[in-house]
């Protein structure tokens, strides 16, 4: 135990400056290409036209807006969502935005097998597929405190995580082909998450934005070839905050821990896209 001990220490004395010096080595090399790169996004965005796209959740709310703004850029869509009465409407308003061509399937995420199914089902229908739109999630509104029942988590957990790696996995090689792109959705929780709220929530006291706008800049992001997306673009101060500042959102979250503690794990308030 003694000499390995030794070994790691010794590693890491060597590790640390060497990993410092080819940082600021190549520092400017990163900044001046990060420029290079933000200002051909500005005038860059990849064209839509007749390209198909798969976006889970897509019955209502950010899901539904995606499928709207993606038609109105001329896509051929599969929509995926557990509710059919509603996936056919949103295909109906889709077809009169000028979408080229679009199947509804009802699916569940949280099961694998389903989503080897929508894949399929896509790139057998259309022949290929370009983007694929992690959408489909839940939200649960209560206090970690008042759990009794932790297992109560597990269809959160199914849809909101595995609801994206499974349609990821089976979507890869036809991605690869077209050379697309992967969106997955995600709350701003899972960076400045209330320590107290359960595992995920897009409850928040601050301002949002409307669904439609929020798709709109997605669809933009996603064709400039962004990395990450995040609106209100103002929570990303909190991102920063929270990394550099860690203490801080702590406190406040002691402070005004009431604020944030909404509901009680009987009466959680899953939403279903």
């Known amino acids: 135990m003694a000499s390995s001990?030794?070994?790691?220490?010794?590693?890491?004395?060597?590790?640390?400056?060497?990993?410092?010096?080819?940082?600021?080595?190549?520092f400017p090399v990163f900044c001046i290409s990060r420029i290079i790169l933000f200002l051909s996004r500005l005038v860059v965005s990849?064209?839509?036209?007749?390209?198909?796209v798969l976006i889970t959740g897509a019955s209502s709310g950010i899901g539904e807006e995606l499928a709207y703004e993606y038609a109105r850029r001329g896509c051929s869509l599969a929509i995926v969502a557990r509710r059919e009465k509603k996936l056919w409407k949103v295909a109906e308003k889709a077809k009169?935005?000028?979408c080229l061509d679009v199947i509804s399937i009802r699916a569940d995420v949280s099961n694998v097998q389903h989503c080897k199914r929508f894949v399929d089902q896509t790139v057998k229908h259309f022949g290929r597929l370009d983007h694929l739109v992690n959408n489909a999630g839940i939200t649960s509104l209560c206090s970690i405190n008042d759990v009794t029942d932790i297992?109560?988590?597990t269809s959160l957990m199914d849809i909101n995580f595995w609801g994206s790696v499974y349609p990821t996995y089976f979507a890869i090689p036809h991605l690869k082909k077209t050379r697309g792109k992967v969106f997955v959705n995600s709350s701003s929780s899972a960076i400045v998450h209330p320590p107290s709220i359960s595992f995920y929530t897009d409850a928040t006291v601050l301002p949002v934005i409307s669904c439609s706008d929020c798709a709109k800049s997605i669809i933009s992001a996603i064709c400039r070839k962004e990395r990450y997306i995040t609106e209100p673009k103002y929570i990303s101060v909190l991102f920063f905050v929270k990394s550099v500042c860690p203490q801080a959102f702590e406190w406040f979250y002691r402070t005004f821990e009431h604020k944030f503690c909404i509901g009680h794990?009987?009466?959680?308030?899953?939403a279903y896209k």
Do not use: Q
Not at 11 to 26: C, D, G, K, R, W
Not at 46 to 52: P, R
């Open 96 to 98: 009169s935005l000028g």
């Open 151 to 153: 297992t109560m988590f």
């Open 46 to 52: 990849e064209n839509m036209k007749g390209k198909v």
């Open 5 to 26: 001990y030794f070994v790691h220490t010794l590693i890491s004395l060597f590790i640390t400056p060497l990993v410092l010096i080819a940082f600021f080595a190549f």
């Open 265 to 270: 794990a009987s009466s959680t308030k899953i």
